[in-house]
């Protein structure tokens, strides 16, 4: 049985190769965009393109939350990613959340993991990034 795979935001993409995060970027000036503009902040240009991300970054801000919302495992790292030049929010996996274990600059990769089957079968996906140098397990 296949079970259909829904991304969790629509600027993540699932079954095009590698999972892979897309923006919308402005014709005009380059400014990247996750979510759908009329017009560009920077120059007002009106045309977009879709464009891919870079599956591969480094942190350039973090923060270990401690303190969230009921429902939500803590603690978790939570970082801004350079990926060739886009900043890419999300949450880092496949480490320890704690402050030894991260660092600016750490090599880091997208990597997608399963939210859960509802019961009509379809499978939520989400993403994060992992330390580089992780292996290929599920995180």
Excluded: W
């Excluded at 880091?108 to 939520?124: F, I, K, N, Q």
């Amino acid at each position: 049985m296949n079970v259909a795979q829904v991304p969790l935001v629509d600027y993540l993409r699932l079954g095009e190769g590698e999972p892979h995060l897309v923006v919308h970027e402005c014709q005009g000036c380059g400014a990247r965009y996750f979510d759908r503009r009329n017009a560009c902040a920077r120059c007002t240009g009106d045309a977009f393109e879709r464009a891919p991300v870079a599956r591969e970054g480094v942190v350039v801000s973090f923060s270990i939350v401690s303190v969230a919302p009921p429902g939500l495992e803590v603690p978790f790292v939570a970082v801004m990613v350079d990926c060739g030049g886009t900043l890419v929010k999300g949450n880092l996996r496949g480490t320890a959340p704690e402050i030894d274990n991260v660092r600016l600059g750490l090599p880091v990769r997208l990597t997608t993991y399963s939210l859960g089957v509802d019961p009509t079968g379809a499978e939520g996906v989400g993403f994060a990034f992992v330390p580089a140098d992780a292996g290929e397990r599920d995180v």
